[in-house]
């Protein structure tokens, strides 16, 4: 055992003793011989060979542990007196023995001074332990360690002294607070390696973050050195509580990443593709916002997950229609041109109402194309974006056939200042004439036929007035003639676009027969015959324009019975999906009340509703899994099939009716089953307490859901910041958020007798003192009915996680708008400070003792000044108020008790220890503002309990902190 406890540098050996105390004691003295005494000196001899023996017996007197070896130095001295007695007679040989004898019992009192020493500092480091543990372990702990004190001081000061033996009884209950201690420093350090595991870029993102632990490990290695094991805890509890959410901030970071990288990749090949570069500019400026929400002084990855996904798929959306895009912008780009050359183009001024036109389609393409762009459908809008630009080309092209055509008209109008010119006349009509000719011979010229032969009466008129020699009448009949070949020229072209479309229009409504779905869809169909009929009626009269509208009515329409016919499609396809399932169903009257719903879903989709027909089958689906979830629950619990359903049911949008099998669950079913619905609904793990009464545990959880139900999804997803939900039903309101499990632990019972009040029903335990001031009116609760425990400690619990995955209250907690909180962490001396000075305590040592006292640290009394103590105390008394401050910061949910935060207030400011080792601050006024008591023991819980508020409708009207929950949690 000693050679063990020196290993562990808990017992000191004769080699290790200071030099001056131990460090002659392996030295026998010199012996006393007479030959060495001159005449008439016999103490010369022995004054010289005793004096190193008294040099180490002064310097013993001065060891730290002189007064535990009071008794041993007496006899040491007593010796070297009896050496001297026997060498002043001459003894020498007496004399030797003497001083011999007393060397000896030097060196055993020097060792065992030394031994007192390594006691006492295992017996402080005991000590320093059990403080350190105070308020983390049983209560019962540190009487258990003083009772131990006791009985270990019995040994080492007790008669005879056995320092050894209390050192060994020391270093067993060391090795036990030990086992406490260590995992709280181990746990800090295998996080830590765990997050430098994650890869440069992850460090490097959370840089700040990593360097304040760092920073921490440094203090907590220092503490563990010096014992100090009250900063251990403390640097240990600060440096967890900044890497949950920092690990839980890297993985959304990594996760953003992935997604980052992969709408880069996509951006990218959008940026290789010709004429692509203006389209993937918006979806890059998407990317930039992205970067800037991923930050941790934003912490907006929800928002910048959704940014990078929309931007991925719509650069995916772009890609699969660049070859539409390409056409689109090409076939753009030169009805443009055409459009402006033929606005130039003086023949085509009497044109105006069809160029009109050919302006709005192209208008109309671009808007489709733009609202396509801004966030529609970009395949669907740029196929009818090409559409319009398609239309708008055709009669951009007949029109240009039409201006040519007026150019002999032109000039024949052009004459008309010149009556006189019977030979530019005649010419004019020569260029008519030839140009009729040719419109008699091309496609159409039936079309055309009356306003030919009107033209032929006219040319011929002309001819009569000519011969006559009457230029006004030949040059008025000759304006007649042009217009009449003119309108014949735009009915060939009409006509000729009206059979090219209709030709198209046709085939495509033949194709819709040839649909599998056709007799389904004759509803839709009847739109397209009748446009079309409308069409060949229209040109008959001969209204082109007309005939033209109607081909493009038919168009469209035949557009949505193609559209139509997909979705039938689908819905056929899922519909002998269902029916498979419902075949299998073995309760024939269960199977017939299906078959009726599958029927009914039919009808919806044979009507063309095709959302209310997949509805419908969505629901048969979800029925049949909750059958089988209630089947499964009764008959086979641990069956994976159960969960599976009941994971099909959610997915099928039966959220309320796995809310209803829960409601509905039994007290004495299986608590296994209950949890795997639950977690279908909500997508969370859900662990109930085995140890507790079954019944007990259900009705918890029922409490539990039915409250995460009432969430909006946002609030409670599963993700780095809430994972799993566990209970225990103990009543015991003990309720806590696990930042790094990702945890929300309740253990408040369902229907318990506590209950969360508000207003001037919030009172200290047991008593009729209020928790809170008078609170001020726009931060008075909405009403002060008494909420159930079990509710209100679920939605505290989520608001919790709702807080890590902002980290709202790490980057604004020092924000008046918040709660004007401050947490120290280790930096805890401003505390120390500030309490001292507030009682008088000025001196190094008296600022020291407080420091000591709020760091748990053991320490004696610091020495009182000479100078009188203020206030007309004593010094006794100031360091008594001291202490009382302490254990009354220190004191648990004095949060909850406005009479003791107001003896802890110094200044304006309250410090408290919110947690074990955890110390916190905030304004005195804040509690003015309070929703509950229990809001004010950490800026964590002064977002929790705000949070709980706002969800169950606590907070009044007018309460400042629904501006910005609203914005966080809408």
């Not at 991923?294 to 890609?319: I, K, N, S």
């Not at 036109?357 to 194309?369: G, H, P």
């Not at 109930?688 to 009705?699: F, K, T, V």
């Not at 409670?716 to 958020?737: C, K, M, N």
Request: net charge positive.
């Amino acid at each position: 055992m000693g050679r063990l406890l020196e290993a562990l540098g808990l017992l000191p050996t004769r080699q290790r003793a200071p030099a001056g105390i131990g460090g002659a004691a392996a030295h026998s003295p010199r012996p006393v011989r007479v030959a060495d005494a001159g005449p008439g000196d016999p103490d010369h001899d022995y004054a010289d060979a005793s004096a190193p023996v008294r040099a180490r017996l002064d310097a013993l007197r001065r060891h730290p542990q002189q007064a535990r070896v009071q008794a041993q130095i007496g006899e040491v001295a007593g010796l070297l007196d009896k050496g001297r007695e026997a060498a002043r007679r001459g003894d020498p040989t007496a004399a030797s023995e003497w001083l011999r004898q007393a060397s000896e019992k030097l060196a055993a009192t020097q060792n065992l001074a030394n031994y007192f020493i390594e006691y006492v500092k295992a017996r402080a480091t005991l000590d320093a332990m059990s403080q350190a543990l105070k308020g983390i372990e049983d209560p019962k702990l540190q009487q258990v360690v003083d009772d131990e004190l006791k009985r270990i001081d019995k040994i080492a000061y007790g008669t005879p002294p056995k320092p050894i033996s209390g050192i060994e009884e020391l270093k067993k209950s060391i090795v036990l607070l030990r086992q406490l201690l260590q995992p709280l420093v181990d746990e800090v350090k295998r996080v830590r390696a765990a997050l430098q595991a994650k890869g440069a870029p992850l460090r490097n993102f959370a840089a700040a973050d990593l360097a304040q632990v760092d920073r921490l490990i440094v203090q907590m290695d220092g503490a563990v050195s010096s014992n100090t094991w009250g900063l251990v805890v403390m640097a240990a509890r600060r440096a967890l509580g900044t890497l949950a959410p920092t690990a839980h901030m890297m993985e959304r970071r990594e996760a953003f990443d992935a997604q980052r990288r992969k709408t880069a990749d996509t951006l990218d090949r959008l940026k290789a593709v010709p004429r692509m570069g203006p389209r993937a500019a918006p979806l890059q400026a998407l990317l930039s916002r992205a970067d800037t929400l991923a930050t941790p002084a934003e912490m907006g990855f929800d928002e910048a997950m959704r940014l990078l996904q929309q931007a991925a798929e719509r650069g995916e959306v772009w890609l699969s229609i660049s070859s539409w895009v390409a056409s689109y912008d090409q076939l753009r780009a030169a009805a443009l041109r055409d459009a402006a050359t033929l606005a130039k183009d003086p023949a085509a001024k009497s044109l105006a109402t069809e160029r009109a036109a050919i302006d709005k389609l192209l208008a109309d393409s671009a808007a489709m194309v733009a609202r396509a762009e801004a966030g529609g459908d970009l395949a669907a809008g740029y196929s009818a974006g090409h559409d319009g630009v398609a239309r708008a080309s055709v009669e951009l092209a007949r029109l240009k056939d039409l201006a040519l055509s007026r150019g002999p008209i032109l000039k024949a109008q052009a004459l008309a200042g010149n009556a006189t010119d019977l030979t530019g006349l005649q010419n004019s009509l020569t260029a008519l004439r030839a140009q009729a000719d040719a419109a008699g011979k091309t496609a159409f010229a039936a079309d055309a036929a009356g306003e030919l032969r009107h033209f032929a009466s006219s040319a011929g008129q002309v001819d009569a007035a000519l011969k006559q020699g009457e230029g006004k009448t030949a040059l008025a009949r000759l304006g007649e003639a042009a217009q009449h070949l003119a309108a014949a020229r735009r009915a060939q072209v009409q006509h000729g676009q009206f059979d090219a479309a209709l030709a198209k229009s046709e085939a495509r409504r033949k194709a819709l027969d040839s649909l599998p779905s056709a007799a389904a869809l004759k509803a839709r169909l009847a739109p397209v015959d009748a446009a079309l009929a409308d069409a060949r009626a229209r040109i008959k009269l001969p209204d082109a324009a007309a005939a033209l509208a109607a081909l493009q009515r038919a168009d469209d329409a035949a557009g949505l019975v193609e559209q139509a016919a997909v979705e039938r499609r689908r819905f056929d396809t899922e519909a002998r999906n269902v029916d498979g399932l419902v075949k299998a169903v073995a309760d024939p009257k269960f199977r017939a009340q299906l078959a009726a719903l599958a029927k009914a879903a039919l009808s919806q989709a044979d009507a063309l509703r095709f959302a209310e027909a997949n509805r419908a089958l969505a629901a048969i689906k979800v029925r049949i899994d909750e059958a089988t979830v209630r089947s499964l629950s009764a008959s086979k619990p641990d069956d994976p099939a159960l969960a599976a359903a009941a994971e099909r049911m959610m997915k099928n949008g039966g959220a309320a009716a796995l809310e209803k099998l829960i409601a509905d669950f039994p007290e004495k079913g299986s608590a296994k089953a209950m949890t795997a619905i639950a977690r279908a609904r909500h997508g969370l793990e859900f662990t109930l307490d085995a140890w507790s009464p079954q019944a007990g545990e259900i009705r918890a959880l029922k409490v539990i859901s039915q409250t995460l139900a009432k969430l909006p999804p946002q609030d409670v997803q599963a993700g780095p910041s809430l994972r799993r939900v566990t209970h225990t039903d103990a009543d015991s309101a003990d309720d806590e958020y696990q930042a790094q499990a990702a945890t929300i632990a309740l253990g408040s019972a369902a229907g318990g007798a506590d209950k969360q009040r508000f207003g001037a029903d919030l009172t200290v335990r047991g008593t009729n003192r209020p928790q809170l001031p008078a609170v001020e009116r726009d931060f008075q609760p909405a009403n002060t009915n008494p909420v159930e425990r079990l509710n209100w400690a679920t939605l505290h619990e989520a608001g919790h996680g709702l807080d890590d995955r902002h980290r709202f209250m790490t980057r604004h907690e020092q924000d008046p708008k918040y709660g004007n909180w401050k947490t120290y962490g280790t930096a805890v001396k401003p505390i120390a400070d500030a309490v001292a000075a507030s009682y008088g305590f000025v001196t190094a040592e008296q600022r020291q003792y407080v420091l000591d006292l709020i760091l748990n640290t053991p320490s004696a009394p610091p020495p009182e000044p000479k100078a009188a103590a203020p206030g007309g105390l004593t010094w006794e008394d100031l360091r008594q108020g001291i202490v009382q401050w302490r254990e009354l910061a220190g004191r648990a949910e004095v949060y909850k008790d406005q009479a003791a935060c107001n003896t802890l207030t110094i200044g304006d400011t309250i410090y408290h220890e919110a947690y074990p080792r955890v110390w916190v601050s905030y304004p005195a006024s804040e509690r003015k503002k309070g929703l509950t008591g229990y809001q004010f023991r950490a800026p964590g819980e002064w977002f929790a309990e705000l949070y709980a508020g706002y969800r169950s409708r606590k907070l009044g009207a007018r309460h400042p902190a629904l501006e910005w929950l609203k914005k966080i949690a809408p």
